[in-house]
Nanobody, 126 residues
Framework: VQLQACGGGLVQPGGSLMLSCAAS????????MGWFRQAPGKEREFVAA????????YYSDSAKGRFTISRDNAKVTVYLQMNSLKPEDTAVYYC????????????????????WGQGTQVTVSS
């Protein structure tokens, strides 16, 4: 399975963006999915995760209440809807996948993930 993220861009504070991450391959449903971000000079940071069957979602404190992760296994795509964006949300956003039998579905450790998309830039600025 390979991942391709898109949907980033420049948005004003308070605005919204939806990121998409399309997977190739037929085993997408075997992966718990996550979103991470990395700002310049900072470590990669967990944003959100979703169970492979879509039963559960988990968010970082900074994302809770503003971001929503979702997936469509039929379209082999995971989404991150981002609302009420702030300048501190500026970063490169990455989607990631972890095989369902590898461990916890909502790991915040990027080293636990098996697959990574190429990243999409989100810039929040007036």
């Amino acid at each position: 399975v390979q991942l391709q993220a898109c949907g980033g861009g420049l948005v004003q504070p308070g605005g919204s963006l939806m990121l998409s991450c399309a997977a190739s391959g037929r085993t997408f449903e075997n992966y718990n999915m996550g979103w991470f971000r990395q700002a310049p000079g900072k470590e990669r940071e967990f944003v959100a995760a979703m169970h492979w069957a879509g039963r559960n979602k988990y968010y970082s404190d900074s994302a809770k209440g503003r971001f929503t992760i979702s997936r469509d296994n039929a379209k082999v795509t995971v989404y991150l809807q981002m609302n009420s964006l702030k300048p501190e949300d500026t970063a490169v956003y990455y989607c990631a996948g972890r095989l369902y039998y590898s461990g916890s579905w909502n790991s915040k450790n990027p080293n636990d993930y098996d697959l990574w998309g190429q990243g999409t830039q989100v810039t929040v600025s007036s």
